[in-house]
């Protein structure tokens, strides 16, 4: 019988490429990695693993059940939180995954309610930016993920159940003093000739497409996940950037002043989930009071 820590043992070497590697991210040791991947070869009746010198590969076999795996594993979670509902236990768990602008505006806010609603109910916080955050929702390895988008990329989430939240309007921010700041909206067209500093990959990527279709291509002299570090960029006169507002509504703007950018700029935010664990209590709960954090 294949069982399922053998599964998450054998999807994280795979992940990594080594059993030492795979015991690193388990927190475990390499010698219990060999041990239940013999044990999961001999369920399974074929060799899953090849091993040479210090590289491990799936065989074929190995391909299929690392393919199956998520699923699988989605699936004994879903089971297990809808059979303790079915029980009357008035406990769960939800681990959640959210972007930094999401973690610390929308999240805090849902889980406080969530936590006066079901004070049995146990949830997890981790950061990731999408398309990770999507990715680690896919593999099994958290049952919610706060994500974004731009633009409407039709079958990006087919495969997900998506809970719309809010629509989050980018503004321009310059700094105290640049010959814009007082102006009531900025074409973007007028920043083409600025220093940028830009945030996320997928957030530099849209940036990168809207000055395009302005006729220029931005010139990007910083890059960062940080949004306080990005306002510090732009206070201290090193660029102008385009900032979420969700993003602005827990920083202090200090030494730069935001504008209205035209065209209009806006990315989708978003709590997905996989079908079998949104009809899980506990995962739905944590989706209702995401809503309901989302200002309107």
Known sequence: MIEARHLRVLRAVAATGSFSAAARRLGCTQPAVSQQMKALEASAGTPLLVRTGRETRLTQAGEVLVR?????????????????AIAGLRAGRVRL???PSGS???????LAALRVAHPGTRVSLVEAEPPRSVEMLREGDCDVALAFRYGAAAAEWDDLVVRPLLADRLVGLVPDGHRLA?????????????????GCPRCRRQLVEVCEEAGFTPRIDFATDDHPAVIGLVAA?????????????????????????????????????????????AVAATLDQLALAAPR
């Open 97 to 99: 995954v959210s972007f």
């Open 104 to 110: 610390s505006t929308l999240v805090p806010t849902a």
């Open 182 to 198: 007082g102006a009531d909206s900025v074409a973007i067209a007028d920043l083409a000739d600025e220093s940028w500093i830009a």
């Open 68 to 84: 199956h795996a998520s699923g699988i594993l989605a699936g004994l979670t879903a089971a297990e939180e809808e059979i303790a």
């Open 237 to 281: 006169g090193l660029g102008v950037a385009v900032l979420p507002e969700l993003a602005m509504e827990s920083v202090r703007l200090k030494g730069a002043r935001t504008v209205t950018v035209e065209p209009s700029l806006q990315r989708e935010i978003v709590a997905l989930t996989l079908p079998d664990l949104a009809q899980v209590p």
